[in-house]
T-cell receptor, first 115, second 116 residues
């Protein structure tokens, strides 16, 4: 069975500093996709970044980047230059390699950015 | 363009009543998903529709839960004889399906259901 683990229920970071949110996954298939979503207190889920298992480089999108370590099965989200608006829940998700349109979500990490 | 639209945004109902939640996906998105999110928890998969294929109902928690979708349009999630444990936010998402591996889910703002 596929599994996503986020071990940090909550994180604090000082404004303007970088923060890493951990995500590990478990799959025996070599082909998979990993996604990160942000959920502010307003509730909407916002897609942030995608990493494919065969991608040669770590994904980056503005201040978001993925520290993708395939051998360790980890896909940590790095947020650089944190802003107060980054305070939110962050979810890691994996696309099921056997059922291409099924996604598995981690339990989330609540990030608080301190001024 | 328009995103995923869900209605109502909030619903308060009495235990034992039936409720119907609606989701209007992004035009052209053939895949549609329903998730449940209890307070402070992650997302729990409920059901997935892909075009005219049989839906994947493997996440529905009981036979009180059902969902329908006509073609590639609106979907409704129905909960019969609601229980207090059904209180949660119900999120709908749509995506471009098929072999596009990097297609993310696009979520609606959810329906917050409270069963009293």
């Amino acid at each position: 069975a596929q599994k996503i683990t986020q071990t940090q229920p909550g994180m604090f970071v000082q404004e303007k500093e970088a923060v890493t949110l951990d995500c590990t996954y478990d799959t025996s298939d070599p082909s998979y996709g990993l996604f990160w979503y942000k959920q502010p207190s307003s509730g909407e889920m916002i897609f942030l970044i995608y990493q494919g298992s065969y991608d040669q480089q770590n994904a980056t999108e503005g201040r978001y980047s993925l520290n993708f370590q395939k051998a360790r099965k980890s896909a940590n989200l790095v947020i650089s230059a944190s802003q107060l608006g980054d305070s939110a829940m962050y979810f890691c998700a994996m696309r099921d390699p056997y059922n291409f349109n099924k996604f598995y979500f981690g339990s989330g990490t609540k990030l608080n950015v301190k001024p | 363009g328009a995103g995923v639209s869900q209605s109502p945004s909030n619903k308060v109902t009495e235990k034992g009543k039936d409720v119907e939640l609606r989701c209007d996906p992004i035009s052209g998105h053939t895949a549609l998903y329903w998730y449940r999110q209890r307070l402070g928890q992650g997302l729990e998969f409920l059901i997935y529709f892909q075009g005219n294929s049989a839906p994947d109902k493997s996440g529905l928690p009981s036979d009180r839960f059902s969902a329908e979708r006509t073609g590639e349009s609106v979907s409704t999630l129905t909960i019969q004889r609601t229980q207090q444990e059904d209180s949660a936010v119900y999120l709908c998402a749509s995506s471009l399906a098929g072999r596009t591996g990097n297609s993310p889910l696009h979520f609606g703002n959810g329906t917050r259901l409270t069963v009293t």
